[in-house]
């Protein structure tokens, strides 16, 4: 239901909210394919497999205060039941894999986060080479 949901949200920002895309009209197929303009990519997606991310959406919107949704130590979500993204309207947005990172981007990555390499690599575990 919570992707469901997420998903319909996607379509009420492209055709209402944003309406960069408010003469679609697309069909399940279509929707499936995902042939509609922009994307969704989330923290902890191939696209963006930082889960660190959410942390800092959390603080800038002031999701718990706001609506109670929090993050556990492990960065999920709590409820279980909930989503959260990033929207991207540009025509030509496309999905991505970010593959493998090597020692030396793990090391600059965790640099320009400002935290130990050893949490850096906790959390990118699954993208290292």
């Known amino acids: 239901m919570a992707e469901a949901f ?8 492209r055709t209402d909210f ?10 399940n197929e279509q929707l499936i394919k995902e042939t509609y303009k922009g994307i969704r990519p989330a923290p902890g997606y191939p696209a963006c497999p930082d889960h660190l991310e959410k942390q800092t959406l959390w603080d ?22 909930s989503v959260s993204g990033y929207y991207f309207a540009h025509p030509e947005a496309k999905y991505f894999g970010l593959g493998k990172i090597k020692e030396d981007q793990l090391l600059d990555y965790s640099k ?14 699954p993208n290292l080479q």
Do not use: C
């Open 6 to 13: 997420a998903e319909y949200l996607h379509f009420k920002i």
């Open 18 to 27: 944003w309406g960069y895309a408010s003469d679609e009209s697309l069909s």
């Open 112 to 125: 320009r986060r400002n935290i130990p390499l050893e949490q850096a690599r906790k959390w990118l575990n």
């Open 60 to 81: 800038l919107m002031q999701v718990k205060e706001s609506i109670g949704v929090e993050l556990t130590e492990s960065y999920a979500m709590w409820p279980a039941a």
